[in-house]
T-cell receptor, first 114, second 117 residues
C-alpha cells in the first residue's frame, strides 16, 4: 500500500520563477493538505483540497495556488518565487469518512530559491 | 486563536534514560484534537498519536506514553528507556474539529531529541 508520494524531492529555482509540486495521496484518501516547513520551524498550513475544491486556506498570499484532480492527486503552484519561499513542502492526505483523524504525510519537496 | 508551544528546542539524553517532551496548547474550541508526530532526517512526518479533547485518559504504547491534562492545556509525551533510533524532531499539533472533517493542524516549533549511545 503506497503512502503519500511527492515529486520532485529536491529542486532549485531562482527568484521570480514559478514552481509546481505534485502529490499523490495514500490509497483510499480523498483529502489533500499542503504545508510549508521552513528550516527549524514547524509546518505551516497552506491549504486543503477536497472534491477538487479548496476547502480551507492558511495565511499565505495568492502566489500560492493549488489544484486537485479527479483521482485525488494534487498540485501546489507558487508564482513569483521569493527567497523566503525556500522550505520543505509537505503534502498530507486523510479520509474524513473514516474519521480516524490520522493525517499521513509524504517526505516532502525541498525547494531552494536562489 | 490556536497555538501550540513546545518550549524545549533541543534535548539530549543517553540511551536508556527516560525523556519527557512538553507541549502546551491554546484554543477557544471545546472540541479539538491533539497530535504528536515524529520527523526523522528523511523529512516525512510520522504519526504517533491522536487524542480527542473529551478523552483525558492517558495512553501507553510500548515505550511511549502520553499525558493529557485539560486543566493545564498540556499534552506531554514520554519515551521510556530511550534508544538511539528515537533521535528525531518531535512535533505536537492541534487541530480544529469540524464534524467529520479533520481541520488544519497547528504545529509547535518542534523539539529535537538526540539520544546518545
Amino acid at each position: 500500500d503506497a503512502g503519500v508520494t511527492q515529486s520532485p524531492t529536491h529542486l532549485i529555482k531562482t527568484r521570480g520563477q514559478q514552481v509546481t509540486l505534485r502529490c499523490s495521496p495514500k490509497s483510499g484518501h480523498d483529502t489533500v493538505s499542503w504545508y510549508q516547513q521552513a528550516l527549524g520551524q514547524g509546518p505551516q498550513f497552506i491549504f486543503q483540497y477536497y472534491e477538487e475544491e479548496e476547502r480551507q486556506r492558511g495565511n499565505f498570499p495568492d502566489r500560492f495556488s493549488g489544484h486537485q484532480f479527479p483521482n485525488y492527486s494534487s498540485e501546489l503552484n507558487v508564482n513569483a518565487l521569493l527567497l523566503g519561499d525556500s522550505a520543505l513542502y509537505l503534502c498530507a492526505s486523510s479520509n474524513p469518512g473514516r474519521q480516524t483523524g490520522e493525517l499521513f504525510f509524504g517526505e516532502g519537496s525541498r525547494l531552494t530559491v536562489l | 486563536a490556536q497555538k501550540v508551544t513546545q518550549a524545549q528546542t533541543e534535548i539530549s539524553v543517553v540511551e536508556k534514560e527516560d525523556v519527557t517532551l512538553d507541549c502546551v496548547y491554546e484554543t477557544r474550541d471545546t472540541t479539538y484534537y491533539l497530535f504528536w508526530y515524529k520527523q526523522p532526517p528523511s523529512g516525512e512526518l510520522v504519526f504517533l498519536i491522536r487524542r480527542n479533547s473529551f478523552d483525558e485518559q492517558n495512553e501507553i504504547s510500548g515505550r511511549y506514553s502520553w499525558n493529557f491534562q485539560k486543566s493545564t492545556s498540556s499534552f506531554n509525551f514520554t519515551i521510556t528507556a530511550s534508544q538511539v533510533v528515537d533521535s528525531a524532531v518531535y512535533f505536537c499539533a492541534l487541530s480544529e474539529a469540524r464534524g467529520s472533517t479533520l481541520g488544519r493542524l497547528y504545529f509547535g516549533r518542534g523539539t529535537q531529541l538526540t539520544v546518545w549511545p
